[in-house]
Every structure is written in structure tokens, then in C-alpha cells.
């Protein structure tokens, strides 16, 4: 039976104000959990460009650090966040975005559901949610897609669980036991009617992107 974990979103209004620092940190040691971290979003940025329309949703938005980069691209952006002081810090960030306070373990609001986006984009929020978690996230962004609309994840994920364990060994000191990361073969098999492309850009990191079965 799959164990449910509660999001703490006041561990993350404490860790707010030193998030983007710590990101940096990790992304400049190339260590877990943000390795590649610049890379993935300059990555998500490019995949945008192929995507036809401007209008965004942010899964997980965190401090805006990935909506600012999209909305100087013309984009606009909506974001959903657990953790209200995270939200504080992508408003300042991003004063045009719209922001929403939202527990996306349990999927997207059905406000957001009735609205069509471009692409939606969840850039390492998504290992909070258990594998059923994921299952109902990911349905539900894919009702607020347009018809040509794609959703592309940034996030601790390898493709096989060879890499997963090599990754866990290596940073068995950093290793967080209560996160839930994507391995994309397994992925695969639990999503089969999505189709798949990962790109690998660290030894515990990448970019996925899912095309929903057409409706």
C-alpha cells in the first residue's frame, strides 16, 4: 500500500528566503539535488519555443526563478504553490504572473482545469507527490492543455534505476528517503498512454517531456 505523505509547506515558507541560494549552491557543485539546474531551465525555455501560444501554468512555481525567465520571453504565467511565502517571493519576482495558493498533491483546482495552456511545466515540485499522486497531477494538467499542448518536468530523474541507485549512492550523505523521484523506464510503463522524451542533463537530473493522448 503506497504511504501518503502530507506537503509541509511550512518547511518551505521557512526555506523561501534561501531558496535561490541554495539552488545556486548545489547547481555550482554539481551535486544532488540541483545539479544541471540552470541548464534544465534554459533547456524548458527552448522546448517553449516550439510549443504554438504564450500561456503558461506553473506547477510547483516556487519562487518564480523559471517564470521570470519565461515571462521576459512574452510569455504569461500562471503559478500554483502549497507554500504561501514561496509565493510571496515569485510575486515580487513576477508581479504579473497569477499566483494561487494550492496543495497540488491533490491534483490542479477545477478553476485551473476549465482553463486551456499552452504547456504546463512542474520544475522540481513533482517529487513531492507519491506515484498515485503523480498519476492524478499529471491527468489534470493534461485537461487544461490546448489540443497541441505538451507538459515538460525538470527534476531529480533518471532513465533507468540503475542510474537512480548510482545517483543515491553517490550523495548518500544529501539523499532525501522521503522524496518520490521519477525513473523515466518505470514511468513509462505507469503513463504508457503518454508519449515520452527524456533528456539526461546531470547523473541525477533531466528534463521529461509528455504529450497527452489526443482527445
Same mark, same amino acid.
Given at each position: 500500500m503506497e504511504e501518503k505523505k502530507t506537503l509541509d509547506a511550512s518547511g518551505f515558507d521557512t526555506w523561501s528566503s534561501n531558496y535561490d541560494s541554495d539552488v545556486h549552491e548545489s547547481d555550482e557543485e554539481e551535486r544532488y539535488p540541483f545539479a544541471a539546474y540552470?541548464?534544465?531551465?534554459?533547456?524548458?525555455?527552448?522546448?517553449?519555443?516550439? $510549443?504554438?501560444?504564450?500561456?503558461?501554468?506553473?506547477?510547483?512555481i516556487g519562487t518564480g526563478k523559471l517564470a521570470r525567465k519565461l515571462m521576459a520571453n512574452g510569455y504569461s504565467v500562471t503559478g500554483v504553490d502549497?507554500?504561501?511565502?514561496?509565493?510571496?517571493? *515569485?510575486?515580487? +519576482?513576477?508581479?504579473? *504572473?497569477?499566483?494561487?495558493?494550492?496543495?497540488?498533491?491533490?491534483?490542479?483546482?477545477?478553476?485551473? %482545469?476549465?482553463?486551456?495552456?499552452? +504547456? $504546463?511545466?512542474?520544475?522540481?515540485?513533482?517529487?513531492?507527490? &507519491?506515484?498515485?499522486?503523480? %498519476?492524478?497531477?499529471?491527468?489534470?494538467? +493534461? %485537461?487544461?492543455?490546448?489540443?497541441?499542448g505538451i507538459i515538460v518536468i525538470g527534476d531529480v530523474m &533518471?532513465?533507468?534505476?540503475?542510474?537512480?541507485?548510482? *545517483?543515491?549512492g553517490k550523495d548518500a550523505d544529501l539523499w532525501d528517503e522521503d522524496e518520490y523521484y521519477i525513473v523515466v523506464d518505470e514511468f513509462r510503463e505507469q503513463m504508457s498512454e503518454y508519449h515520452m522524451e527524456f533528456e539526461k542533463f546531470s547523473y541525477c537530473?533531466? $528534463?521529461?517531456?509528455?504529450?497527452?493522448? %489526443?482527445?
Open positions: 540552470e541548464k534544465i531551465m534554459d533547456r524548458v525555455c527552448e522546448i517553449l519555443e516550439g $510549443v504554438p501560444g504564450h500561456k503558461l501554468l506553473d506547477v510547483g502549497f507554500s504561501q511565502n514561496m509565493l510571496k517571493e *515569485a510575486a515580487q +519576482a513576477n508581479p504579473d *504572473a497569477v499566483l494561487i495558493t494550492w496543495d497540488f498533491s491533490k491534483g490542479l483546482p477545477d478553476y485551473i %482545469k476549465t482553463h486551456d495552456y499552452s +504547456a $504546463v511545466l512542474c520544475n522540481y515540485a513533482i517529487h513531492h507527490l &507519491t506515484p498515485c499522486e503523480k %498519476k492524478v497531477l499529471i491527468s489534470d494538467m +493534461a %485537461k487544461c492543455l490546448d489540443p497541441e &533518471t532513465e533507468t534505476l540503475e542510474e537512480m541507485n548510482y *545517483a543515491m537530473s533531466g $528534463v521529461l517531456v509528455m504529450e497527452p493522448p %489526443k482527445r
